[in-house]
């Protein structure tokens, strides 16, 4: 069949794909600890309920708040250099691009580290009999995994556009990286709140 | 380029053909191509393969619940157990969504005017990752792994991880077609302009986008749990199937059906010759039952209320009153038409698609009444002799919670899918083989599988009224359901043919087009952009044969003068 209007190229070469696409898999990711923080609500509040007076932590466990706190600030702080970095690409802004970027990505790291350490002081038993310690671990190693996947993403948008001619024509990338650090940094601040502020 | 760098590149500024690289042949082109098409065929071909087999694992279900004498399949009840939870995640997440994703894969990017997907490498390799953990998911039951009691627990760890690799990579292939539609579309392509099957997988993909992460959830809260010498509760053998069995029962399962309903609402139009009225009404009700499909906060694990509160028992009544809907829609089409379509096979699978879903739905009204007995009785806890005469009045639907009903249900579900998958295989098989499927096999494959399919989900239902519970138990039989299982075998069987026939016509196809089989771009008289291209398309789809701007949901009937109602009519 012929078609009846003129015929010319009908796909617009739209821009920002990678953002479009990085937003999805990261509402994938978003309901991944939705299912996550459902259940350890859930079971939490079972728990309470049928055992009144006891604590969810098991004895013996230390699960404090100090180092989430520190890690939550951390992360608060990357979301402000994060947007610098993307900012500092549309500018085709290399030597800010550059900073922001290295600041972002060494906070990324300083909370692998503060996990880590969190996990060496909370003494928390896998195999302790607790239901809390599975989800706990579930959760908090998840983070963690996101926390690993965020900054791997960050350094190949950071490569692509460090050594392009100009920054911005990666506008889309950076931005796209940006969506999943905000996302990253979003459930962590859930999870400060649900398993250690209100533990 | 690198994996990510994706943008349609507009055809003035694509590469002359002549200067193209030329496309990489044989298994290094298989591996390697980014080519939508490509994979959209790997897809449906490897899950009508391993749909095959997951067939024969329910086979052997029917028949050890028979318990005919001299007929025992299973040395045990760990291995009916494996073979029961193999079953279930392998007719939903090796056949019934791979299929519809594969399809969805081939033909969206060319429905919506695109010259590829968004992210073809990402297609690609969710394409592999998904085969590569589907082997490692069946090979983690050969060794004695499964979500059961009894399994070896490293077998059980590797069960749980392929499982979650299957349904992460199918939900990379989702997120990717999600981006081609929200990004490729053409100039004047809006939503509500979109063709209904590319609708239906917008909707039925965003769905799973984001209820399918909590199944992950769900699997990674049991793999850590069983990484210490003993599961405290999540790892368990015996809940390992029912942290996850919200999606193998409705609402969720109902998702599956999305894509098949807008293969029907593709087909029917073209068949009539006459365009869709009420065409935003049309979406919106796809976009409702999709709303409604959403079950990952119904978990009966965490829950196990879940199935009397309102919202599951509307979402076991809606897909009904929403299939009466658009089938008075579609019924409106006859009306205008005034004449029989020509018989085709493609519309023979559709019409029996809409047969198998519409007894679905009848039999998730029905499955929802019993949580409605939960919820009214709610209302009357103060009045005992009300609740005792509701208790009397429908208790056996009621007793239907925890039965073979859910899998009966699931049977519809997943035989409504294939269904509507096939229909749209054979529907669109000039675009995807360079040639029409035989119509003969289309009619041969409505009605063997279209009847299999009712008659093992009428069985299970049968069987759920009988009181055969859902989960296996030692004593997994009882008088009459025996006889339901029997049947059920026999069903099977017919499923099982009528994709033994979808496969045959697959290869004569592939065979047809290695040998440069090549069709009329448009043979039914189709409205939606797909049909300006070349039968099979080529590299890039289109070769500038698009209209510039898309003025309604059905471009290619649209007259030079405003006035749809007289487009031409399709030529059958």
Redesign the interface.
Known sequence: METTGPVAPAVLPRRRTLQVGTGFAAAGVLMYFGGLLGVYFSERADFLRANPGQSWIPAGARVELTAPTVMAWTLLLSVVTMQWAVHATARDDRRHTLTALLVTGMFGVAVINQTAFQYGQMGLAIDGGSLAAPLIYTISGSHLALVVVALVYLFIMAVRALTAPRTSVHLDGMSASAVLWHAMVFVYLVIWVGLFVTK | M?A?E???????HAAPAEHAAAPVRGPAGLLSSGDHKTVGRLWIVSSLLLGAFVLVCGLLLHLERTALPGIDVFPGITSFRQVFTLYRIGAVFLLAMPLLIGLATYVVPLQI???GV??PR?ASAAFWVWLTGAGILISSWAIGGGLVAGGEQRAVELSLLSFAMVVVAQ?AAV??L??TM??????GMSLERMPIFSWSVLVAGAVW??????????L??SW??L????A????AGQHLFDQVSWVFEQPQVFALAIPAIGVVGEILPVAFGTPQRRWGVMLSLVGLAGAFSFG??LQRF??PAAQTTPLYVIGGILPALLVVALLGGWADLGRRARRLPRPSGHLALALSALGVLVFAAIAAFIRSLGGAVGFLRSFARHNETWQSDLDRALAPLDGLRGTMAAAGLLDLVVAAAVLGAVAGLFYWSPKIFGRKASHAAGFAVAGILGAGGVLVGAMGLVAGFLGQPDRPSQNFSSVGAEVAAALSAVGVIGILLGLAIVMISVVRGAAELARGASSV??PW??YTLE??AASPPPADN?A????????SPH??W???APDVADA?RG?Q
């Open positions: 690198t990510t994706t943008h349609a590149v507009p055809a003035e005017g695109a010259r968004a992210f990402a939900l997120a990717v999600l981006t929200a990004t490729q579309r053409p100039r986008l984001l209820s399918l992460p909590v199944l992950v959830a769900n990674a809260i850590v749990d990484r210490g010498p003993d405290v509760r999540y790892g990952a906060d965490f829950s771009p448009d008289g189709g049909w300006v289109f500038d044969r698009l209209p510039a701007t898309v003025r471009p290619l649209e007259a030079p031409p030529a």
